[in-house]
């Protein structure tokens, strides 16, 4: 497709269960960006990966987020054991370089 | 850790009125970006400001950067409906080569017919 994809768009889960979601870039783009946004609020900035590599990981509010990206394509954010907290929309994005970031229109997560 | 404030939260205004969002923060950023987003989309990029002191206007928006690269507004003139959505403001670390954005919190206007 044209723009970035995300998937699922929406997951409601129990708390204590793992999720994936995932993120397909736009083809090319090397910059790979996650984000998290709670409601009505700006970005949150999680991960950074350039290629498959990940230089910056600041972003991960604990141990029990985890993200990897494959082929240079394909990455898969994992929250374990999730916690009510975690509820947030949870945006992607890709550059060709660092700017400009074009965003997928993210996964809308609920923890019950 | 470098924040960025933006001002204020919240706007109800009326059709034909004209506002101004502001964006500050006390450290210095290479590039400053402000975005528009849509319930259930992503951000999507509306300017980006890189020279202190630059301004841009795009169409009834004008977009400001502040000389020390500090601040920036969003000024609005003659808001109409289609104008509402959450604006959000993204500011690159001059230090940063990661391209990471530090965004504020975003101002959610309403402008009413």
């Known amino acids: 497709g044209a723009g970035v994809s995300q998937s699922p768009s929406n997951k409601v889960t129990e708390k204590g269960k793992d999720v994936e979601l995932r993120c397909d870039p736009i083809s090319g783009h090397t910059a790979l960006y996650w984000y998290r946004q709670r409601l009505g609020q700006g970005l949150e900035f999680l991960i950074y990966?350039?290629?498959?590599?990940?230089?910056?990981k600041s972003g991960l509010p604990s141990d029990r987020f985890s993200a990897e990206r494959t082929g240079e394509s394909v990455s898969t954010l994992t929250i374990q054991r999730t916690q009510q907290e975690d509820s947030a929309v949870y945006l992607c994005?890709?550059?060709?370089?660092?700017?400009?970031?074009?965003f997928g229109d993210g996964t809308r997560l609920s923890i019950l | 850790t470098q924040l960025l404030e933006q001002s204020p939260q919240f706007l109800s205004i009326q059709e034909g009125e004209n506002l101004t969002v502001y964006c500050n923060s006390s450290s210095v950023f290479s590039s400053l970006q402000w975005y528009r987003q849509e319930p259930g989309e992503g951000p999507v990029l509306l300017v980006t400001v890189v020279t202190g002191g630059e301004v841009k206007k795009l169409k009834r928006l004008t977009f400001q950067f502040g000389d020390a690269r500090k601040d920036s507004s969003l000024h609005i003139t003659a808001a109409q409906p289609g104008d509402t959505g959450l604006y959000l403001c993204a500011g690159v670390s001059g230090s940063s080569n990661t391209g990471k954005l530090i965004f504020g919190q975003g101002t959610t206007l309403q402008v009413k017919p």
């Open positions: 994005a890709s550059s060709q370089t660092v700017q400009p970031q074009h």
């Open positions: 990966f350039q290629g498959n590599s990940a230089p910056d």
